[in-house]
Nanobody, 124 residues
Framework: QVQLAESGGGLVQAGGSLRLSCAAS????????MGWFRRAAGKEREFVAA????????YYADSVKGRFTISRDNAKELVYLQMNSLKPEDTGAYYC?????????????????WGQGTQVTVSS
């Protein structure tokens, strides 16, 4: 059974940092192009960051570029999202996901597996 489990969310003041983790099990983690999405209250879920399917290339939403960093540890089957200089508009539920194809990295439909999400709240 495939499971993706996010952790590391919480309440932080604007300008602060958080590191989210996503633990994978039940799949061949090295085959996954992992990604992070988020959903703010009342809004659609949106792309945040992702790895390419082949190789170490990474992609970021313009809104987080330069502040967030996605990384992974294949040996531990973990993917991280380091979030710095957080803003109130970064508030939302953050989800990790696994993509097994070369579909659009920013498109939710390209991802086969999803975690349950972890809440991030940034106070002003």
């Amino acid at each position: 059974q495939v499971q993706l489990a996010e952790s590391g969310g919480g309440l932080v003041q604007a300008g602060g940092s958080l590191r989210l983790s996503c633990a994978a099990s039940g799949l061949t983690f090295s085959n996954c192009a992992m990604g992070w999405f988020r959903r703010a209250a009342g809004k659609e879920r949106e792309f945040v960051a992702a790895f390419s399917l082949r190789g170490p290339s990474t992609y970021y939403a313009d809104s987080v570029k330069g502040r967030f960093t996605i990384s992974r540890d294949n040996a531990k089957e973990l993917v991280y999202l380091q979030m710095n200089s957080l803003k109130p508009e970064d508030t939302g539920a953050y989800y990790c996901a696994c993509r097994l194809n070369s579909g659009r990295y920013y498109y939710q439909g390209s991802y086969a597996y999803w975690g349950q999400g972890t809440q991030v709240t940034v106070s002003s």
